[in-house]
């Protein structure tokens, strides 16, 4: 029986051990980042990553106080396979910050410590502690848990009374007193995380574990955005200061925004990170009505894909934007100053009753499409001096070649006839030149080095600095190609796209140093194109994606990112 | 997030463009030590960068002066120069068209010509300016001496990539004319005129600061 019960403690001993260590971060935790070792060594294994210079650096740098010799980020004692975390936890006086991994070898680790502070080392029940000014470490055999911590000042600040008439800190300076509770507190606290926290784990919270991708190499999880920005600002300013922010503190969700969760990927050909930002309701229902429109399709007709090195692109409600915007005002600024909240109410309200929203709307409709095409070279004149055989200098003109970018704007518009009659005045006024149904923009050629031409048409307000590309728009000309554009822009409120490869091949090397060229060179050869695109309102969040697509070449893209990484430690 | 993109974009079109200035100095001497000078600063060869530069808040984290604020820093210096005992004639012109900026005046002597240059620094370098004697007139010797004793090297080191490459292609020329014709100089890069009776020197930024090139140099006039 009894022999029954040893097999049966050892097994329960030995699940606990195997448990997911991350059921020790706290319910109540502000914020997580989670680094998943085990998927980053699939991508790229220990013994490659150990070639890396600036890991050979950083395992050196590690290891300094060691008496043994480390070869390889393993022997670190840290388990590399399995995952990590950082947490950030806070009570009303004292905020911490977490580190959770487990260790593969206690010894290793422990060689990584100097002598001087492995005097300090407590060691109890298993468990190894040492205290340093503002942190603590506690380890077993198979778990380090690393911790900073600071005091907050508003809670010493009301409590010094109390502390300092209690019996025993008598005689005591408050800064000691201080010090001594947090450092209690703190330890106190480390160990209830060591030991762990059963049901109040942070696995409970439904959102936390939506918000993660089993995919991911990392992922971040905020609890309330909006929360956390108050407090910092609190601490920040005090709660004494010029604006009350002790009220602040019931008034959660200053700024609309409840959890993010990001989470990070290094695909075969691409570096990925997505992000989903959780609104508060009133928000929720502002960015709906903002965000609601799709961009014209009007606007597809325009683009070409080979002509295109960079381009951003928004979509929105701009009438929705101008009746939205007072409440939106309201809601943030109102929140920091409560006590002007009943002004900025008004101030909102007046500016509605001055802005026809309708009429702006159909001015200027909320989509918007910038596209830089090309790099130009273009002949500009400037002053220099010519000497004479006495060397008495005259001036005289030069000229000299410069590159200037080509660029086209579509700024949606259903004013087409309002338009056209303010070209029409700008005519008037020489301001405009009338072309071949178009108009060439007379702007003084000092101040924009390229030329401008505008038109109007199928409700779109184009400006470009190619005469032959409005020409074409003019006459039904325009050959467009969208390729894999027109879903990155259809399905966005907003895109922000980069072809990288080629927009640094058509940089004249002349333009650039030598330590530059190699620089952009390197950067052409490893990426392709990026883009960072967010989406419409999808239930109560926005979601956006940021993605770099690396060239296969090399088997991912986090062995991408780390070649990336040598080769700029390397330079510099 | 948008905006930001924009100016992002727009400013890194901008600033790949090296700028290019030159600076030129020149100096009449009458046989008394007195003479006349003028300073131009010639950025016209960099108009556009200056332009869109112009625009901005800040760039490099520099903050960017506007126009008012560069011709109120320009009076000033005027202002301090029209009191200097020993000046008289004081001119200047400011063209942010071509962003050509120019000051001239007459001295009697070199000792006045040397405090206005030293109202072109702060007040710690000024002092120094006046201690190194940056022109100095041996009327014994006959001996004219350009000096200065900015460790130029030194204080780029301190300067970042991004500010260094301002200089780059900035060129520095000194021109120094004289009654009397010019025996020898010191200075294997200046050229002595046709009539002997001037002397320039072109010198790049990059050479100044690689200590290849100096501005330095002494000139022996015939007596």
Known sequence: MKKNLLVIAVFASFICMAQNIESKIPKNVEAVISINGDRLTELVPISEFDDFNFAKKMVDKLSRKSDSIVASIKDLGFDINSK???FYTRTDSISYHNFLVKLTDKNKFENLISARDKEKIVSEGGIQMMENRGSIAIWNNNLLLF??????????????????SEGENEGKSYYKVKKIITSQWAKTYALSIFRGNGEASILSDKDYIASKDKNAAASAWIK???????????????????????????????YGFKSIGANLFFDKDAIRMTTETELNSDWKKMFKKVYNSKIDKNFYNYFNQNDALAYISLSMDMQALLEEYPALMTSMYGGIMPSYKEEMDLGGEFLS???????????????????????????????????????????????KKEVVPDFTIMIGSKKEKLLNKVARLGIKFELFENKAGYYKVNAPKNEIPFDLYTIVKNNILFFTTSEEKISNIANNRFVKNLGKHQKLIKNSSSTFYINGEKLISKIPASELSRKERRYFNYVKDNFKDAYFKSSKMKGNKIHSEMKINTPNSQGNSLKVFFNFFEAMVKKR | ?????????????????????????????????????TLTVNLSKSRTKLNSIMLLDSINNYKVPSKIEIKNKIAQVIQKIKQIEGISNVKNSSDFNDYIFTVSCNFTNVEALNTVISNFSSKKEASIIKQQQHFSF?????????????????EFKKTNMEDRKVFETATMTTIYRFESPIISSKNPTAKISGSKKAIMLRVNAQDIIKNKNTIKNQIKLQK
Do not use: W
């Not at chain 1, 911790?147 to 300092?164: A, I, S, T, V, W």
């Not at chain 1, 609190?234 to 959660?252: D, E």
């Not at chain 1, 001015?363 to 004149?381: A, I, R």
């Not at chain 2, 004219?144 to 090297?153: A, C, K, P, Q, V």
């Open chain 1, 84 to 86: 990590a975390f950082y």
């Open chain 1, 147 to 164: 911790l900073g911590y600071e005091k907050g000042h508003d809670y010493f600040e009301k409590n010094e009374e109390r502390f300092m």
């Open chain 1, 224 to 254: 309330n955005y909006g929360q956390l920005i108050n407090s910092a600002l609190a601490s920040v300013y005090g709660t004494t200061g010029v604006f009350p922010f002790s009220k602040l503190k019931s008034r959660s969700n200053l």
């Open chain 1, 353 to 399: 009753l001055f802005l026809d929203e309708k009429a702006i709307g159909e001015l200027m409709t909320g989509d918007m499409l910038f596209v830089l095409n090309d790099f130009g070279e273009k002949e500009v004149t400037y002053t220099s001096y010519e000497y004479d055989a006495d060397y008495k200098s005259k001036e005289i003109t030069k000229t």
């Open chain 2, 1 to 37: 997030m948008h905006n930001k993109g924009i100016k992002v974009l727009f400013l890194g079109l901008f600033i790949l463009c090296t700028s290019c200035f030159e600076i030129i100095e020149e100096v009449s001497f009458n046989k008394d030590g007195s003479g006349h000078v």
């Open chain 2, 138 to 154: 041996d009327t014994s010797q006959n001996t004219f001496t350009r000096n200065y004793h900015y460790d130029l090297s030194q």
